[in-house]
């Protein structure tokens, strides 16, 4: 069976004026299927995050390929990368990258301003912060929100277009534990809708719900 998604012999590197060339990812190749939740685990500066902007166009590898349903989407035009972070990929970044001037209920229905869902904006978001427990805070700026409230306001942005692949960079790395068990609760229902979930992380103790675990060491992957 082919796969859904798949990152074929990825390298990346960087230069710094100190440390000269520093190899980030180093021919790394995964396999995911689609309802798959996927994890890379691995330490703080072992290149997961790198290869998660990469998974979703965000950077750009020095090599290899990527496929989704079998096409090269690398080598998509910036106009038909765009379209496809807008209509097929939600992001959750680990820095939240919400808009200050913003309401939480703005934040989480800027996505869809641009897309076909638009129509169905306000009350998507709505349900969405709902569902994370946050429609009471819906008209709170993000100053006026803890982190945790951000983190939860980030993921429900990355959802409002009902995207089929979920990117999520330590989703859970601003939680308490409390709100980090229902958090992973409800991406255990989106994987139920048949979502596929891509997850960064380095707390070990969450292997348990995925479907398949790599580890990314020194640029290196190993599953």
């Known amino acids: 069976m082919s796969s859904f998604l798949s990152a074929q012999n990825i390298s990346k590197h960087y230069n710094s004026a100190d440390a000269g060339r520093i190899q980030v990812l180093d021919n790394v190749s995964l396999d995911i299927q689609q309802g798959d939740w996927a994890m890379l685990i691995g330490s703080s500066g072992s290149g997961k995050s790198t290869f998660l902007n990469i998974l979703g166009t965000l950077d750009k590898a ?13 080598k998509f035009s910036a106009m038909a990368k765009a379209k496809l972070r807008q209509d097929q990929l939600g992001f959750v970044f680990q820095s939240f990258q919400l808009i200050p001037e913003l309401t939480a209920l703005e934040n989480v229905m ?66 308490d534990p409390k709100t980090s068990e229902e958090l992973i609760e409800f991406f255990s229902e989106l994987r139920k809708q048949g979502k ?11 292997k ?14 190993s599953s």
């Open 208 to 221: 348990k719900y995925a479907s398949k675990v790599f580890t990314l060491k020194k640029g290196k992957l």
């Open 196 to 206: 596929t979930i891509v997850m960064v992380t380095h707390d070990h103790q969450l």
């Open 110 to 175: 800027l996505p869809a301003q641009f897309s076909s869902q638009s129509n169905q904006a306000k009350k998507r978001s709505m349900e969405l912060l709902e569902r994370v427990g946050l429609a009471s805070r819906s008209t709170h700026h993000p100053g006026a929100l803890s982190g945790g409230e951000q983190q939860r306001v980030a993921i429900c942005r990355a959802l409002v277009n009902d995207p089929d692949i979920i990117l999520a960079d330590e989703p859970t790395g601003n939680l």
């Open 62 to 74: 020095d090599s290899g390929r990527l496929l989704l349903q079998g096409k090269n989407y690398a």
